[in-house]
């Protein structure tokens, strides 16, 4: 495997379930994130992680719950969700700590149907 | 409130022309400025970047153009061509020391016309 991955691609979930969205990064990297993508609208920032320690939570509800146990793995465990967290959930990495240039990779994305 | 937009959802052009996709910016303390290009069911993939003290970067068939005063850039690809065809999406740097992170906008949706 390359680059940033993501599993399941594709989710549909009830309300009341519990389930866990997976990312992981071959790029060596130090950081990730993760994000979310609605119709028309901009990539959200929901979680940083930097050396697995979270470093933003960007309001995002208690019923999204990140997880980073290493530096190449990245979960969001997910519970009572409501229809409009329907959206793509992409998931980035990077290698910060300063440089010239701040570029995140993807993976493909889970895109998520809370039924 | 958004602080990076791209006012265009579309854009259509032929082929072998330029597309010019814009985007403005209202915090002045973004740093660095990227485009990033999606296609359907892939993650945004990077594209090219611009340092907020330089007013061009070129790298092959892309420019990138950026005029602080306007709070303004923009990411020219000449010529077009249909694999260009994709979701473009804006990205502006912000913070520092491990804190840093990017604001994206909506996008804009290029179709390359052959």
């Known amino acids: 495997e390359t680059g940033v991955t993501q599993t399941p691609r594709h989710l549909v979930m009830g309300m009341t379930n519990k389930k866990s969205l997976k990312c992981e990064q071959h790029l060596g990297h130090n950081a990730m994130y993760w994000y979310k993508q609605s119709a028309k609208k901009p990539l959200e920032l929901m979680f940083v992680?930097?050396?697995?320690?979270?470093?933003e939570n960007n309001s995002v509800p208690s019923r999204f719950s990140p997880e980073c146990p290493n530096s190449s793995h990245l979960f969001l465990h997910l519970h009572t969700l409501q229809p409009e967290d329907s959206a793509l959930y992409l998931c980035?990495?990077?290698?910060?700590?300063?440089?010239?240039?701040?570029?995140?990779?993807f993976g493909p994305g889970t895109r998520l149907t809370v039924t | 409130d958004q602080q990076v937009k791209q006012n265009s959802p579309s854009l259509s052009v032929q082929e072998g022309r330029i597309s010019i996709l814009n985007c403005d910016y209202t915090?002045?303390?973004?740093?660095?400025f990227l485009w990033y290009k999606k296609y359907p069911a892939e993650g945004p993939t990077f594209l090219i970047s611009i340092s907020s003290i330089k007013d061009k970067n070129e790298d092959g068939r892309f420019t990138v153009f950026l005029n602080k005063s306007a709070k303004h850039l923009s990411l020219h690809i000449v010529p077009s061509q249909p694999g260009d065809s994709a979701v473009y999406f804006c990205?502006?740097?912000?913070?520092?020391?491990?804190?840093?992170?990017?604001?994206f906008g909506k996008g804009t949706k290029l179709t390359v016309n052959p």
């Open positions: 992680y930097n050396f697995k320690e979270q470093t």
């Open positions: 990205a502006a740097r912000t913070g520092r020391g491990g804190s840093e992170k990017l604001v």
């Open positions: 915090n002045s303390m973004f740093d660095y």
């Open positions: 980035a990495s990077s290698q910060d700590g300063g440089g010239s240039s701040y570029e995140q990779y």
